[in-house]
T-cell receptor
């Protein structure tokens, strides 16, 4: 079974630009969560989507948004990029149900200059 | 909030040694997850624990769900160079549906 895939793996943007990251979950997994990982703050939850609906949201500004498509694929968007947005963005999928087990993709390394 | 404190922050050991690390919280958790992350990659789920007192193994890895439900332990036996990486504990935030909170991680270095 293929794992979680994320594209692109690496991205360099300049301040003020916007960026869209993509995530394809494990086949059969309908829940997708996004996390931001930085050396200082560690892994922080951004949001979770299930059935094309945002179910949970972390403490991030409105510049961070996401969506999920009917095939469970998800995208996250960051507008008006700031230097502090440089991070590894991780997507994780979970099988629907009571399982808390989340499976992560390799991440997208975003560098904002 | 429900913070997870991992210790030690880093470990430097010789190949073949056993390793022990732990994760504690002031809040109760009903699930503990242990992940390993290699540089430049996403975390990989190693072990999931669902019951207080539960002891679960995955090869050379053994994890335990503390009986107070406020801690968990991960042991690695007979370490090998590929065990190098950052080990994270994680658990679902109470009332947060399936939102996970993560510890800051334990960086393990294995000297061949």
């Amino acid at each position: 079974k293929a794992g979680v895939t994320q594209t692109p793996r690496y991205l360099i943007k300049t301040r003020g630009q916007q960026v869209t990251l993509s995530c394809s979950p494990i086949s059969g997994h309908r829940s997708v969560s996004w996390y931001q990982q930085t050396p200082g703050q560690g892994l922080q939850f951004l949001f979770e989507y299930f059935s094309e609906t945002q179910r949970n949201k972390g403490n991030f500004p409105g510049r961070f948004s996401g969506r999920q498509f009917s095939n469970s694929r998800s995208e996250m968007n960051v507008s008006t990029l700031e230097l502090g947005d440089s991070a590894l963005y991780l997507c994780a999928s979970r099988r629907h149900g009571r399982s808390y087990e989340q499976y992560f993709g390799p991440g997208t390394r975003l560098t904002v200059t | 909030g429900q913070q997870l404190n991992q210790s030690p922050q880093s470990m430097f050991i010789q190949e073949g040694e056993d390793v022990s690390m732990n994760c504690t919280s002031s809040s109760i958790f009903n699930t503990w997850l242990w992940y390993k992350q290699d540089p430049g990659e996403g975390p990989v789920l190693l072990i999931a624990l669902y019951k207080a007192g539960e002891l679960t193994s995955n090869g050379r890895l053994t994890a335990q769900f503390g009986i107070t439900r406020k801690d968990s332990f991960l042991n690695i036996s007979a370490s090998i160079p590929s065990d190098v990486g950052i080990y994270f504990c994680a658990g679902p935030i109470l009332g947060g549906n399936y939102k996970l909170t993560f510890g800051k991680g334990t960086l393990l270095t294995v000297n061949p």
